[in-house]
């Protein structure tokens, strides 16, 4: 199995930008198809984007598309979410994840078998 743990969140002011990274040990995130979720206080976990795991296919939420991109290092074993033009509404907390399962980039939070602890990404006005 792999183990994954997020980084890069803090505090910024709405429009500025972040970019989030997922470094993984234990297996090659190219084993993996990979996606990045968040989730706000009293919301359910939504889903922001995904990437497959031999192709290197994307497929971004609607709500931030043109905002978000997903992409990935194999040498560096990593998975990143370079975040722009960022809104109060994108607090949450950040959590990347890598499907053993499927190999194309899904949006559904069960195929994902791995998970990370989190990063809080908080946006002021």
């Known amino acids: 199995q792999v183990q994954l743990v997020e980084s890069g969140g803090g505090l910024v002011q709405a429009g500025g930008s972040l970019r989030l990274s997922c470094a993984a040990s234990?297996?090659?995130?190219?084993?993996?198809?990979m996606g990045w979720f968040r989730q706000a206080p009293g919301k359910e976990r939504e889903f922001l984007a995904a990437?497959?795991?031999?192709?290197?296919?994307?497929k971004t939420a609607d709500s931030v598309k043109g905002r978000f991109t997903i992409s990935r290092d194999n040498a560096k074993n990593t998975l990143f979410l370079q975040m722009n033009s960022l809104l109060p509404e994108d607090t949450a907390v950040y959590y990347c994840?890598?499907?053993?399962?499927?190999?194309?980039?899904?949006?559904?939070?069960?195929?994902?078998?791995?998970w990370g602890q989190g990063t809080q990404v908080t946006v002021s006005s």
């Open positions: 994840a890598a499907s053993a399962r499927v190999t194309y980039a899904t949006d559904r939070s069960l195929q994902y078998d791995f």
């Open positions: 234990g297996r090659t995130v190219s084993a993996y198809a």
């Open positions: 990437i497959s795991r031999s192709s290197g296919l994307r």
